[in-house]
């Protein structure tokens, strides 16, 4: 169990530097997809979160952009980090549909990865 009966009122969330998705997209790697389902269903449950670093947890492009698609079900987010991950284009143009749906979200940090120009203009 991640969080106990309490994770309704989690409001941040701080899981950089823990390799949770370390080998995803590696041929072999460890349960990358059940990694992510179970932080999709911790997000889901932590409505009052407001803030999520996951910098330098190995998240690739695909995980990216399906955890900056879960903030829009959560109203109350303010911040999250992404940085030192192996992002793309990808989960950078995500950004602007999730921007538009979730008011609350004011800082995003995306910086020290694959991120190019063309990802950015999204």
């Known amino acids: ?3 106990s009966s309490t994770q309704s009122r989690v409001c941040a969330l701080d899981l950089s530097g823990n390799p949770v998705f370390q080998d995803a997209g590696q041929q072999g790697g460890d349960n990358d997809d059940g990694d992510l389902q ?6 889901r449950q932590c409505v009052n979160l407001q ?10 492009d695909a995980i990216g952009t399906a955890v900056l698609l879960a903030l829009k079900h959560l109203p109350q987010i303010r911040w999250i980090s992404m940085s030192s991950n192996h ?18 979200l004011k800082r995003v940090s995306m910086v020290y990865n694959g991120i190019t120009d063309d990802g950015v203009k999204c």
């Open 1 to 3: 169990q991640v969080i």
């Open 38 to 43: 179970l932080l999709m269903s911790l997000l």
């Open 51 to 60: 803030v999520l670093l996951l910098g330098r947890t190995g998240m690739t």
């Open 87 to 104: 992002l793309g284009n990808l989960a950078a143009s995500a950004l602007p549909d999730v921007m538009k749906t979730n008011s609350s």
